[in-house]
């Protein structure tokens, strides 16, 4: 984290100076706002904090609840949402108050027992992330976005006790299309009402959004037509892997789930309950906490269960379930109108929590939204960028309701033993996936926002598409031993990492000091095309360096002078452009196949997605790259 830029700044550097604060949430309502963000949850959050640190943009957050949640709900953390919260730095906070996942065990019928230990396999493969597989309660994962909103330059919280009754879309209109009409929820103000205009409105409200139902939008797909618990509880237990991640199959009872829970003591099971029928709703049969737990007692015997304390329950069934599109752009009109009214999280796609990835998604939903949103509402980017979202989030989701529905049979399954390998079926299912369990499969398509394959060559552990898989590095400037994509800070800017080939030292003349000479002083360069004047030249584009030698051999005041700017008010020299190999740890071109002979550019978007890999020549490539995206200033 950098601070003291703008001069000295005393206290938490977290609480930013407090500029453009346009209300102060206690004041009336306001008749016009640049995004509307309807429900608090993971996915509402997660936008609302990006868009919280631009103080140009008024955003206003409403859900229907009368304060921040504070139990229940889901509770698994993937890697690939743990590289995200290092992007908004509370990743270590995470780590330090969640259980880490490092093993899951698998327990099964045996002969001549009722229960036994079939299998133990590493919850998250070696190499894959710097990030553990982590859980926690959700409704601190919300803290922790809301602290970022109240630390913002705007100061944004959510107004509760407001929900999204009714929207409408003029296409005509220039500014603040969406008409809205909000409800109050709260008791003695229910049924008031009160109307709006936004620019553009996020669905985050859940399964039953008012939001999609005002653009026409439904829920596609299908029930297991299976009712299922879950309870966090307190519990008194003789079952060897309660602080484990563990998968029971009964003989005769069903199946459970156990997740441990932060604090040493609490523990989430998922309990599998009643077949439902075709029209059944899990509601009707009237079960509650204690047949959830009357249920987890017979099929974990002959181990004892003892509940002391009930902390949330809830039962609910199975759907795996799908929108048309994520946003309000009726098919065929892309081409004459851009999105105004856009959804994510359950709004847009449902599944089981057994994956454990529907509040993973949902955040991985409005980090790809966010930081368009910011590049339209800035004016650094024309309003079309937001048809990539639908594009690119709809994709990733449908992957993942697919993936949902396969793994929900094979979780329910009967059958136990492989074929071959001996593993119960759910654990070699359970070793197979674990990538996407962790998050690390979705892959954007080529598109103006990911490029071609040409040159992946350069880089072939970076993928076109996939997050930028981070690797240890040495900081030149103070030798610090970090990691390269914790630098990709979520504040809607572009990373461009040039690493440089055997031999070139920084020196001028060099193939990095030829791109950074390109880069400041080219017409064509997207940093002159694409930063206005005044500002700073990372302002859009963070341009960074890797050498291959180690840093006693480098010299900071020789690197090009774009690698060592001049920043804020004072002029101050930035001295965090400049990595080089960690020869202690892991060699960042060995581990990402980086190609020594002639290094390459790596483009990293906002999201931590890579966009490009290009020679270090490339320059007219880059170029294009870029304005396919941006307006030229």
Same mark, same amino acid.
């Given at each position: 984290?950098?601070?003291?830029?703008?001069?000295?700044?005393?206290?938490?550097?977290?609480?930013?100076? /407090?500029?453009?604060?346009?209300?102060?949430?206690?004041?009336?309502?306001?008749?016009?706002?640049?995004?509307?963000?309807?429900?608090?949850?993971?996915?509402?959050?997660?936008?609302?904090?990006?868009?919280?640190?631009?103080?140009?943009?008024?955003?206003?957050?409403?859900?229907?609840?009368?304060?921040?949640?504070?139990?229940?709900?889901?509770?698994?953390?993937?890697?690939?949402?743990?590289?995200?919260?290092?992007?908004?730095?509370?990743?270590?906070?995470?780590?330090?108050?969640?259980?880490?996942?490092?093993?899951?065990?698998?327990?099964?019928?045996?002969?001549?027992?009722?229960?036994?230990?079939?299998?133990?396999?590493?919850?998250?493969?070696?190499?894959?992330?710097?990030?553990?597989?982590?859980?926690?309660?959700? /409704?601190? =994962?919300?803290?922790?976005?809301?602290?970022?909103?109240?630390?913002?330059?705007?100061?944004?919280?959510?107004?509760?006790?407001?929900?999204?009754?009714?929207?409408?879309?003029?296409?005509?209109?220039?500014?603040?299309?969406?008409?809205?009409?909000?409800?109050?929820?709260?008791?003695?103000?229910?049924?008031?009402?009160?109307?709006?205009?936004?620019?553009?409105?996020?669905?985050?409200?859940?399964?039953?959004?008012?939001?999609?139902?005002?653009?026409?939008?439904?829920?596609?797909?299908?029930?297991?037509?299976?009712?299922?618990?879950?309870?966090?509880?307190?519990?008194?237990?003789?079952?060897?892997?309660?602080?484990?991640?563990?998968?029971?199959?009964?003989?005769?009872?069903?199946?459970?789930?156990?997740?441990?829970?932060?604090?040493?003591?609490?523990?989430?099971?998922?309990?599998?309950?009643?077949?439902?029928?075709?029209?059944?709703?899990?509601?009707?049969?009237?079960?509650?906490?204690?047949?959830?737990?009357?249920?987890?007692?017979?099929?974990?015997?002959?181990?004892?269960?003892?509940?002391?304390?009930?902390?949330?329950?809830?039962?609910?069934?199975?759907?795996?379930?799908?929108?048309?599109?994520?946003?309000?752009?009726?098919?065929?009109?892309?081409?004459?109108?851009?999105?105004?009214?856009?959804?994510?999280?359950?709004?847009?796609?449902?599944?089981?929590?057994?994956?454990?990835?529907?509040?993973?998604?949902?955040?991985?939903?409005?980090?790809?939204?966010?930081?368009?949103?910011?590049?339209?509402?800035?004016?650094?980017?024309?309003?079309?960028?937001?048809?990539?979202?639908?594009?690119?989030?709809?994709? /990733?989701?449908?992957?993942?309701?697919?993936?949902?529905?396969?793994?929900?049979?094979?979780?329910?399954?009967?059958?136990?033993?492989?074929?071959?390998?001996?593993?119960?079926?759910?654990?070699?299912?359970? =070793?197979?996936?674990?990538?996407?369990?962790?998050?690390?499969?979705?892959?954007?398509?080529?598109?103006?926002?990911?490029?071609?394959?040409?040159?992946?060559?350069?880089?072939?552990?970076?993928?076109?598409?996939?997050?930028?898989?981070?690797?240890?590095?040495?900081?030149?400037?103070?030798?610090?031993?970090?990691?390269?994509?914790?630098?990709?800070?979520?504040?809607?800017?572009?990373?461009?990492?040039?690493?440089?080939?055997?031999?070139?030292?920084?020196?001028?003349?060099?193939?990095?000091?030829?791109?950074?000479?390109?880069?400041?002083?080219?017409?064509?360069?997207?940093?002159?095309?694409?930063?206005?004047?005044?500002?700073?030249?990372?302002?859009?584009?963070?341009?960074?360096?890797?050498?291959?030698?180690?840093?006693?051999?480098?010299?900071?005041?020789?690197?090009?002078?774009?690698?060592?700017?001049?920043?804020?008010?004072?002029?101050?020299?930035?001295?965090?452009?400049?990595?080089?190999?960690?020869?202690?740890?892991?060699?960042?071109?060995?581990?990402?196949?980086?190609?020594?002979?002639?290094?390459?550019?790596?483009?990293?978007?906002?999201?931590?997605?890579?966009?490009?890999?290009?020679?270090?020549?490339?320059?007219?490539?880059?170029?294009?790259?870029?304005?396919?995206?941006?307006?030229?200033?």
């Amino acid at each position: 984290m950098q601070y003291h830029q703008n001069g000295f700044h005393p206290g938490d550097p977290d609480v930013k100076p /407090a500029s453009a604060i346009w209300r102060d949430g206690a004041g009336a309502l306001p008749d016009t706002v640049d995004v509307l963000i309807a429900g608090s949850g993971p996915a509402g959050l997660c936008l609302g904090a990006q868009l919280a640190s631009v103080p140009g943009i008024r955003t206003m957050l409403v859900e229907p609840k009368l304060g921040p949640m504070e139990k229940g709900q889901a509770d698994g953390i993937s890697v690939r949402s743990m590289e995200m919260f290092q992007a908004f730095g509370f990743a270590e906070k995470v780590q330090r108050e969640a259980v880490w996942i490092n093993e899951t065990t698998f327990w099964t019928p045996g002969e001549g027992v009722a229960l036994h230990r079939a299998a133990r396999v590493q919850d998250v493969p070696e190499g894959i992330s710097e990030q553990p597989h982590v859980l926690i309660n959700q /409704a601190r =994962v919300h803290d922790m976005f809301l602290d970022i909103m109240r630390n913002a330059p705007t100061r944004t919280l959510p107004d509760y006790g407001l929900r999204v009754a009714d929207l409408t879309v003029d296409p005509a209109a220039a500014d603040y299309p969406v008409q809205v009409t909000l409800e109050h929820t709260a008791p003695g103000r229910e049924g008031q009402t009160h109307a709006l205009r936004a620019r553009y409105v996020v669905g985050c409200d859940g399964a039953r959004s008012a939001v999609r139902k005002a653009i026409g939008g439904a829920l596609h797909g299908d029930a297991a037509h299976q009712a299922w618990g879950v309870i966090d509880l307190l519990a008194v237990t003789d079952f060897p892997d309660w602080r484990m991640k563990s998968f029971v199959r009964s003989a005769d009872e069903g199946i459970l789930m156990v997740l441990p829970r932060e604090g040493g003591h609490l523990v989430r099971l998922y309990v599998e309950l009643d077949a439902l029928g075709e029209d059944e709703r899990a509601a009707d049969r009237g079960m509650g906490a204690e047949d959830i737990i009357a249920k987890a007692q017979r099929i974990f015997a002959p181990f004892t269960l003892e509940a002391r304390e009930v902390v949330w329950w809830s039962i609910y069934e199975i759907g795996h379930r799908l929108t048309d599109t994520f946003d309000d752009v009726p098919a065929g009109q892309a081409a004459s109108r851009t999105p105004r009214v856009m959804l994510a999280g359950d709004a847009c796609h449902t599944h089981s929590p057994k994956a454990g990835q529907g509040m993973n998604v949902s955040m991985g939903d409005t980090f790809n939204l966010g930081w368009k949103l910011i590049s339209v509402l800035t004016g650094r980017a024309a309003p079309s960028l937001l048809h990539s979202y639908t594009a690119e989030r709809r994709a /990733a989701a449908k992957g993942l309701v697919d993936f949902d529905h396969k793994w929900a049979r094979v979780v329910g399954a009967r059958a136990d033993q492989g074929p071959s390998d001996g593993l119960p079926r759910v654990a070699r299912e359970f =070793v197979n996936n674990l990538p996407f369990t962790c998050g690390l499969t979705i892959q954007y398509e080529p598109s103006a926002l990911t490029g071609p394959a040409t040159h992946q060559h350069l880089a072939t552990g970076f993928d076109l598409g996939k997050r930028f898989h981070s690797a240890p590095v040495i900081r030149l400037a103070d030798a610090k031993p970090m990691h390269l994509g914790h630098v990709v800070d979520a504040d809607a800017r572009f990373r461009l990492f040039a690493f440089a080939p055997e031999g070139d030292h920084g020196q001028p003349g060099g193939a990095v000091a030829r791109l950074c000479d390109w880069l400041s002083g080219d017409a064509a360069s997207p940093i002159r095309r694409h930063t206005r004047p005044g500002e700073d030249v990372d302002a859009l584009i963070d341009v960074r360096a890797v050498f291959q030698p180690g840093f006693r051999e480098l010299d900071y005041a020789g690197m090009p002078a774009l690698l060592r700017p001049a920043t804020g008010r004072y002029g101050l020299t930035d001295y965090e452009k400049v990595f080089c190999t960690d020869h202690r740890r892991e060699d960042i071109f060995a581990a990402r196949g980086i190609d020594r002979t002639r290094g390459c550019m790596v483009v990293v978007r906002p999201d931590q997605y890579v966009g490009h890999v290009l020679p270090l020549e490339a320059t007219s490539e880059l170029s294009a790259y870029f304005a396919g995206i941006f307006l030229p200033v």
